[in-house]
């Protein structure tokens, strides 16, 4: 690590997850190795197979917005937003402390606001509409889930960005936070990862032939593919002596962050980036690979994505690699804020002592060499961590996390 960086510690979580809202719930359920399945209810699934996701169905983000009126914001949107404010609120920030910082906001996505889109066009379907509905429009800007945080906080000295760098993209906005930070250019980074489930994702999944039928099952023998999923992460970054001096919770450090983008295949991901994308996280975090106590897999349960990155896994830490578990097991893939949602995981985990399980293993699959935590959470001294997300393009992003203390 550079002597001269500044120590980057995350402070708040904010979270809104299919298992769990906020870190004590999100923790226990990743403790427990809960998770919701169900048929989807956000769009019709008429004439698919199979149509179970993880959504959100026990909270509604715009329970957690006090400033703006939800009714003019989209799904992905609200999740941002909430998110936001429940990760200030976890970190003991008021939001006049906030408007006196210079901050960046970073949020990653997939699909922004394409659901907005779709429902757009099936009322204009249904009712025989063609113009353009101007308050759709209005709710469909993606740079919206970004720049509505900084509406909502009323942050007047903020950059607010968002990252569409598919399902990779929640990694990146907490890297571009972590650079900020460390830089010294801001003193406080809201950065994540937010995406609502969307119809065109789900098919263009299930026309690849990547939707489970049932349940997803990473690394497992039988494992038929993803199941879609939603949500958002964000997470509070603060210089680490800033932290400390007002006596801040500190949940873990991240260490560095890799990114690669190897453009080499528009879905399938390549081995020797996946590689050369954590040893890149590695040299920033100024780690070993032996110092990895365990792994957040992208792990999506397909057969194409789990057998290639841990190949890509062995080929960096040989064949002692350290536990490598999937939480997309419980979540599901929520697309832009997988990332995010994992790094949130890893920071528990870091803090508390446990690593999560993937959950559903049956059969072990005789080509996947790895210990993958079957089923249940294990109680350990995890003093690093590193989180994977592997994206569509070829668009690989690693962070490190480390325990602070």
Known sequence: ??????????????????????????????????????????????????????????????????????????????????????????????????????????????????????????????????????????????????????????????????????CAAGNYAIGAGFDAIASGDVDLALCGGADALVRNTFVGFYRLGTIAPDLCRPFDRGRRGILTGEGGAVLVLEHLDAALARGARI?????????????????????????????????????????VDFISAHGTGTKANDLTEVAAIHQVFGAAAPPTVSVKSMLGHAMGAASALAAAACALALREGFIPPTINYLEADPDIAIDCVPNQARIADVRIAQNNALAFGGNNAVLVLGRHG
């Open 1 to 166: 690590m550079d002597a001269k960086r500044r120590r980057v510690a995350i402070t708040g979580l904010g979270i809104v997850s299919s298992i769990g809202v906020g870190p004590a719930e999100f923790s226990d359920a990743l403790r427990a190795g809960r998770s919701v399945v169900g048929p989807i209810a956000a769009f019709p699934t008429d004439g698919f197979d199979h149509a179970n996701a993880c959504e959100v169905r026990d909270h509604d983000p715009a329970d957690s917005i006090t400033t703006l009126n939800p009714e003019t914001m989209g799904r992905a949107t609200r999740f941002a937003v909430a998110c936001a404010r429940l990760a200030l609120h976890d970190a003991g920030l008021s939001q006049q402390y906030v408007r006196e910082l210079r901050s960046l906001i970073s949020v990653g996505t997939t699909n922004g606001e394409s659901r907005e889109i779709e429902a757009q066009v099936e009322r204009q379907v249904a009712n025989g509409v063609t113009d353009v509905d101007p308050s759709a429009a209005r709710r469909a800007r993606p740079g919206r889930l970004s720049a509505d945080i900084a509406r909502e906080l009323e942050l007047t000295s903020t950059e607010a960005v968002t990252i569409p760098t598919a």
């Open 251 to 291: 949940y873990a450090e991240i260490l560095g962050y890799g990114l690669s983008c190897d453009a080499s295949h528009p879905v399938a991901p390549d081995r020797d980036s996946v590689a050369r994308c954590m040893t890149r996280a590695h040299a920033q975090a100024g780690i070993k690979p032996e110092e």
